[in-house]
Structures are given as structure tokens and as C-alpha cells.
């Protein structure tokens, strides 16, 4: 029975290590009296919020004289949402569709009225939808219906798959609703013929780029414009960028994680964190990183690299998030039904 | 203990081993069908039925099965190659073959479509060569329809450039599996046959290939059912254009990204079924298999 014995012992060693490992994997109060947040953003915010954090630390500790330390998280913004549904610990979530933290409500991690909490909406910065064409624009692409003439070849990742494609979608939508004055069947034939011109569908919005960018397919991509200088920065001189007569604006929000935060004791630092994403400070990096600033000054200080251009928005042209997602992407959905035409 | 084993600490490794496959294996198995349940019958039936997901199964069944009688053929060339002839470089080409296991698949993803579209080294002439073969020629059918696709596409974002990925990943296994069992293979077997009078390709047939067959069905196996699940590779090189081009782990992402975890856990479920299916009657006929050559 010797060995049985052992056995037992073993197994109830490696549980409690499992669950001491799980217990510690979040302190609030560290050994130096500093305090911890764990932000849980979208992929292209990686740069924002390195700079970001290193500003709000500094804003903390002259204000309350704590140590705080930010840990970041990043990776497809429906994946993160799952990932904070599914127990990560995050303090504060800063994703890119509103669907995804209401997502996160739903599962109780946070109140469904979080989008009133903070201004606009919840949403400190802004960008939108453009297009990148070659070097020259060989093909003279200037708006959106030039997008659906023969022999465009359209880069855009699948809205089924990617959270910034539903962007590129809606956007193109909501040129074709304004120039057809609405007539839906018109609206439908235009994304249909849009579509039609896609020659691969990649998961991602990054996949999207190297396909246009490095493989060299397609004429025009469509792309978030604060993803283009990194755009040119990995491949200079090769594209330009054409701003749409029409676009949609893409308003990436930001919540507290409140049952999160109030677990770890964090609510105050977290609801500070995300209001100082507003200040002149927050939003000047927000502009440095290419989103769109809300505040009008620090916009005005950036305006060339933001040209002016007519921008919808979801509320009022779609419904909000869950109308969209329901009428647009879901199964069986609009997309579904022209793409299978 | 009345009885004496061989090996000690029976209880110990038996412990382990339960613990382990259930906390590792089965109890994540069970909560995936826990969770595909949750939906229930009619509605599970309805979504697995529906155009999309028929068409991905096909696609990546069919090309899973495809690479992997294409790895079986070319990983058992190799595997020869490495066993039976001594040349400069084997083993460097020996070492080479495991590479595919330890390459993030991601990357070799990106890497083959860049390889494979119009643009890419190999799959420029390719597109080049279909065109030919469209002018010169106007094959019909199927044949005709591929022509088609690689002139446009190279042979990347197609069927072709999915096919392409899980023959890549697939290979190794093949190799790895049959290999040993080669260098087993006693001398005088074949030369006894050599002597009766056999000729290479008889003994190669009658000799040979019978004992390797089971490692080789194995290796089938293996590199089968990496490729029905492999996703990373595959979403790169494929186009993603739903009702073409799409594989079903890919669909199961889209259902996740519409956090419809039940969706997903039925797909992923039905999957799973199919598959063990499938490798559960490719087992059985590797035992009848050994059971003859023995």
C-alpha cells in the first residue's frame, strides 16, 4: 500500500502549489507599499500605453506617493475579452469595439451602464477607417466607389474573424447608405460587388497588412489610420495614404473592471487611470501614437497629421454595437448572406 | 504485494498516469462536451449542417487526408534515403527533418504564402506555368479549375496553398515514425528473398514495404490528425473566403469571436467525434495489419 501512499501525497503537494500559485498570481499591496494594475488592451495599443503608463506612474506616485506598476496585455480584442470573461484578473480593459466590454458585462464583471461612466462614451481617443494604396496610386483610388470597379483588388480582414474589420464593413456601408440615400438593395449590391474584389480574407487586421503590404497583393487596403505610420515605418516609401470623402469613426472604449478592482482594492487607482487617459497629458500621447485626440486643443496641435474628413458613428447610423454585430456579422447575418451570393 | 513485478513502483506510476490523463486529458475533453451540450440536438444539428461548415469539413478532411497519403509517400522516400545511403550532409538533411515540429506554425504560415503567391519565388512560376498550360492546352473538369486558381493565385489562397501547409507540417511525423522502424529491418530477410531469386522490386514489394506498412500507417495517422486540427499555418496560406477557402478551426475562432462558446464547443465537438472515428478505423486496420505480417 506503500506506494499508494506516496501517490496521495504527491498529487495533494501539486494541488496546493496549483493553488497557492493561482492565490499569488495578483497582490495588490507588493512588498514596497506599491500598488499593481493590470491593463488588458488590443493589439496595435502596445506602444500607447508603455508610453501612457510610465506618465500615469509618475502622476500617482507624486500625487498619493505610491509605487504603481501597470502591467500590460495585449493580443486580438475579442480574444482579450474572452480571456477577462474567462477569469484574468485585469484592473481595467481597454479594447477596441464597445461589444467587447459589454461582453465582459455580461458575465457580471462590471455594470452594463460602464459606457456612461467616463466621457464620450468611454472613449478617450478615436481613429478611423482609410486607404492605403501603392506608391503613385497607380490606380487612381479616391473613394469608395472605386473600390467595386473590375480589376481592384480590396485588402480587408474577415469580419467574422477580426474586430477591425467590422469597422472596414460598416464604414464602406455607411458611404453606400449616404450615396444611394438609403435604398437598401443598392447599399447591399455595392458590398456585395465590394467583396467581390477581395482576393483573401485574413483573420487579422496585421495578416491584412502584410498580405498588401510585404506579399504585394491587392490595390488598396483598408486600414485603422492609426496602424498606417507603423504601416510606413516597416515599409517606407512603398504606399500612400487617401483619405475617403466618407468614413466611420472607431471609437476604442475603456472600463474599470469593477468587481476585479474592488477585489484587489484598486477601484480608486483604476477609475484615476482610465479619467487620465483625458487629460492634456493622456491625450497628447494618445495623439503622439496616432489616435485621434478627443480633447480640442491637443487635436488642433496635431491637426496635420489628422485630416478633416465626414465621419459616422455607430449610435446613430447603426444602432450601437449589439444591433450592428446582430444585423451585420452575426450567423446568417447580412455579411453571411452577400458573401454567399 | 503477493506478487512480484518486474519494473517497481507500479502504484506510484499507475497513480501518475491516472492523474495525469484525467487532469491533462479527460477532464478538458469533458468540459468541451459539456459545453457543445449545452446546445442542444436540434440546434447542433442545424449549425453543423448549415453551407459554411459543410464546406470547411470537406476542406479540411479532405486536404488533412490528401497531405497526409502525400507525407506517407514522400516521408517513407525520405526515411529510405536516410537509412539506406551514407552521403555527405545526412546528417545535417537528418536533423533538417524535425524542423517543421519546432517552427512556430505561424511563421511557417506567412512563410509559405509569401513562397507560394504570384509575387513568391516558387509560386510565380507556378502561376506562370498554369497560364501556359490554360493556353496551350484548356484543360476542363477539376484539373481545369485548379489551372485556373493557380494562374491567378499562384498556389497560395486556394485549397491548393491548404493542402500546401498541412503537407508541410504533416511530413516530419511520417518520417519520424518510419525511420526507425527501417533501420530495424534485418539484411537477411532481403537477402534470402535476393537469393530465391527476387528481384529489387519484388523484394522491395513483398519484403520490405509489408513490415514498414504499420509505421507507416502510424505516421498517416499522426500527420492526419495534426492537419485536421492545425490552425496557425493554415489561416495565413489559405485566403479565409468563407464557403471556399476556410478550414473548420478556422470557423471555430469566428464563433468564439462572436462569444458563442457553445457554437464553437459543438463544432470543435463534432470535430473531435469525426476524427476519432476516423483514426479509431485506421487503427484497427494497422492491428489486422500486424496481426498477418506476424
Not at chain 1, 493622456?282 to 480633447?295: L, S, T
Not at chain 2, 499522426?222 to 464557403?243: K, T
Request: hydrophobic share 45%; aromatic share 10%.
Amino acid at each position: 500500500m506503500k506506494p499508494l501512499r506516496i501517490t496521495a501525497l504527491l498529487t495533494l503537494a501539486a494541488a496546493s502549489l496549483l493553488a497557492t500559485a493561482c492565490k499569488k498570481s495578483h497582490n495588490t499591496a507588493g512588498s514596497s507599499g506599491g500598488v499593481s494594475l493590470l491593463n488588458v488592451s488590443y493589439d496595435p495599443t502596445r506602444e500607447l500605453y508603455v508610453e501612457f503608463n510610465a506618465a500615469f506612474a509618475k502622476h500617482w506616485k507624486e500625487k498619493t506617493g505610491q509605487d504603481l506598476k501597470v502591467e500590460q496585455s495585449h493580443g486580438g480584442s475579442g480574444k482579450q475579452a474572452r480571456a477577462v470573461i474567462d477569469g484574468l484578473s485585469a484592473d481595467v480593459v481597454t479594447l477596441a469595439l464597445a461589444g467587447d466590454i459589454d461582453a465582459v458585462a455580461k458575465s457580471g464583471a462590471l455594470p452594463a451602464d460602464w459606457e456612461g461612466k467616463l466621457p464620450d462614451h468611454s472613449s478617450p481617443y478615436t481613429s478611423t477607417i482609410v486607404f492605403v494604396v501603392r506608391k503613385g496610386n497607380p490606380k487612381g483610388i479616391k473613394n469608395w466607389d472605386d473600390l467595386v470597379k473590375p480589376g481592384i483588388g480590396v485588402i480587408t480582414p474577415n469580419p467574422k474573424t477580426s474586430g477591425g474589420a467590422r469597422w472596414n464593413y460598416l464604414a464602406a456601408w455607411a458611404w453606400a447608405s449616404k450615396e444611394y440615400g438609403g435604398d437598401e438593395a443598392k447599399v447591399k449590391d455595392y458590398i456585395t460587388k465590394l467583396f467581390k474584389n477581395v482576393p483573401v480574407l485574413d483573420s487579422g487586421a496585421r495578416g491584412s497588412t502584410t498580405s498588401f503590404a510585404q506579399r504585394g497583393l491587392g490595390d488598396v487596403l483598408l486600414a485603422w489610420e492609426n496602424e498606417i505610420a507603423l504601416l510606413q515605418k516597416e515599409f517606407p516609401g512603398q504606399t500612400e495614404v487617401v483619405y475617403p470623402s466618407l468614413s466611420i469613426i472607431a471609437e476604442p472604449p475603456v472600463a474599470v473592471v469593477e468587481k476585479n478592482a474592488a477585489a484587489h482594492g484598486t477601484t480608486e487607482v483604476a477609475t484615476e487611470y482610465l479619467k487620465y487617459l483625458y487629460t492634456p497629458e493622456g491625450q497628447e500621447i494618445a495623439a503622439k501614437n496616432f489616435y485621434r485626440p478627443r480633447d480640442a486643443k491637443v487635436a488642433d496641435k496635431y491637426a496635420k497629421n489628422f485630416p478633416a474628413l465626414t465621419l459616422v458613428n455607430i449610435r446613430d447610423d447603426f444602432g450601437g454595437w449589439e444591433r450592428a454585430q446582430k444585423t451585420h456579422f452575426a450567423d446568417g447575418g447580412t455579411f453571411d448572406q452577400l458573401y454567399g451570393k | 504485494m503477493s506478487r512480484r513485478r518486474i519494473i517497481p513502483g507500479f502504484g506510484l506510476s499507475l497513480g501518475y498516469t491516472l492523474t495525469y490523463l484525467s487532469v491533462i486529458i479527460l477532464i478538458p475533453l469533458v468540459a468541451l462536451f459539456m459545453k457543445a451540450s449545452q446546445m442542444g440536438w436540434a440546434d447542433s444539428v442545424k449549425l453543423l449542417k448549415s453551407p459554411g461548415i459543410v464546406a470547411a469539413a470537406k476542406l479540411s478532411f479532405g486536404a488533412s487526408a490528401i497531405a497526409a497519403l502525400c507525407s506517407s509517400v514522400l516521408g517513407l522516400l525520405i526515411a529510405w534515403v536516410l537509412v539506406r545511403y551514407r552521403f555527405p550532409g545526412r546528417k545535417f538533411f537528418d536533423a533538417m527533418v524535425d524542423l517543421p515540429f519546432a517552427l512556430p506554425t505561424a511563421v511557417a504560415g506567412i512563410t509559405l504564402s509569401q513562397i507560394y503567391s504570384t509575387k513568391g519565388w516558387v509560386g510565380k512560376y507556378l502561376a506562370q506555368g498554369a497560364q501556359w498550360v490554360k493556353e496551350h492546352h484548356a484543360p476542363g473538369g477539376w484539373i481545369g479549375g485548379w489551372v485556373d486558381t493557380i494562374s491567378q493565385r499562384g498556389a497560395a489562397y486556394s485549397s491548393i496553398g491548404v493542402f500546401i501547409a498541412l503537407f508541410f507540417i504533416g511530413l516530419p511525423f511520417v518520417v519520424r515514425t518510419v525511420q526507425p522502424v527501417m533501420e530495424d529491418l534485418s539484411k537477411d530477410t532481403e537477402e534470402a528473398a535476393a537469393t530465391l531469386g527476387a528481384g529489387r522490386w519484388t523484394v522491395f514489394w513483398r519484403v520490405i514495404f509489408p513490415s514498414i506498412l504499420p509505421a507507416l500507417i502510424t505516421g498517416f495517422t499522426l500527420a492526419f490528425a495534426r492537419a485536421v486540427g492545425e490552425y496557425g499555418s493554415v489561416i495565413f496560406i489559405s485566403g479565409n473566403l468563407p464557403l471556399k477557402t476556410e478550414i473548420l478551426p478556422s470557423l471555430i475562432i469566428s464563433q468564439l469571436e462572436q462569444f458563442k462558446y457553445e457554437s464553437a464547443a459543438v463544432i470543435a465537438a463534432a470535430m473531435l467525434v469525426v476524427s476519432f472515428v476516423l483514426l479509431f478505423l485506421i487503427n484497427l486496420l494497422q492491428r489486422r495489419l500486424n496481426w498477418r505480417t506476424r
